[in-house]
């Protein structure tokens, strides 16, 4: 049965992306088909840091009702399914948010997990993604701008009738991560589920526009990222990075971004 997470944080520059795109290239290398979501319509990022440069149709398309939603899924890492969002604002003032809920129903038979990316703040576009998940995962960098925000986050997820289902805490530093995770919890009434420990891989990664656990799979930033898979997913946690680096085939078909059938 399908599990949907919305990732999202209240505050942007957190580090939602880069957490959305990691998290669901672990859940592909342990096996599970995922689908990631960009529905930051306005700002996508989702699909530039796995590289989808040259995508035709997106979800702006999907959501303007001209495409299905199998015409903007487009291949990554491991199998895993991408749908981002265009860049155009043309596109972005077509897009219809509420359809989000009928592409869910589309997706329920083709992945075990769906990550969507939500976009920063309370709007309308914002809202609809904590609506339409199973449980929201939010993400907090260890400062008092980004729990404040994630807070506010927490509490309207509640207020709609949503849940959240723990804190990642993203790019923390070694000699706070301890105080703050208790903080963080204490705050939000809710579970860390890990930490993502601040990581120049992360960075190189992103320039590279690959994700962190393929680029530097034995990275202390990609045992996060497969600990919290592991964790959704209900399996171990990999130990041996170098067995799950990606193969030349995958390498291939995720450069042709080779959409879904």
Do not use: W
Request: charged fraction near 25%; charge should be negative; proline fraction near 6%.
């Amino acid at each position: 049965m399908i599990r949907a997470y919305t990732i999202a944080s209240g505050k942007g520059g957190t580090g939602k992306t880069t957490v959305t795109a990691n998290l669901g290239t672990a859940l592909a290398q342990y096996g599970r088909e995922t689908c990631i979501i960009d529905t930051d319509m306005g700002m996508a990022n989702l699909g530039l840091v796995l590289g989808l440069t040259e995508t035709p149709v997106t979800l702006h398309e999907v959501l303007a009702g001209k495409a299905p939603i199998q015409d903007a899924m487009y291949e990554g890492p491991y199998g895993l399914k991408v749908v981002p969002s265009g860049l155009s604002l043309e596109g972005f003032q077509n897009a219809n948010p509420e359809r989000l809920k009928d592409v869910m129903r589309d997706l329920t038979d083709r992945c075990d997990f769906l990550l969507l990316d939500a976009p920063a703040g309370i709007g309308t576009d914002a809202v609809i993604p904590l609506t339409v998940a199973d449980e929201v995962l939010l993400v907090v960098n260890p400062e008092i701008s980004s729990l404040v925000d994630a807070l506010k986050i927490k509490i309207l997820t509640e207020m709609i009738g949503g849940s959240v289902a723990g804190a990642v805490l993203n790019r923390a530093t070694l000699e706070s991560t301890d105080v703050n995770r208790k903080k963080i919890e204490k705050a939000l009434g809710v579970p860390v589920l890990d930490t993502v420990p601040e990581d120049a891989n992360v960075r190189r990664a992103a320039a590279a526009r690959t994700p962190v656990i393929v680029r530097s799979p034995g990275s202390e930033s990609s045992k996060a990222f497969r600990r919290i898979a592991a964790t959704l997913a209900g399996v171990p946690v990999e130990e041996k990075p170098d067995a799950v680096q990606e193969g030349f085939i995958e390498r291939l078909a995720r450069a042709l971004f080779r959409r879904e059938p």
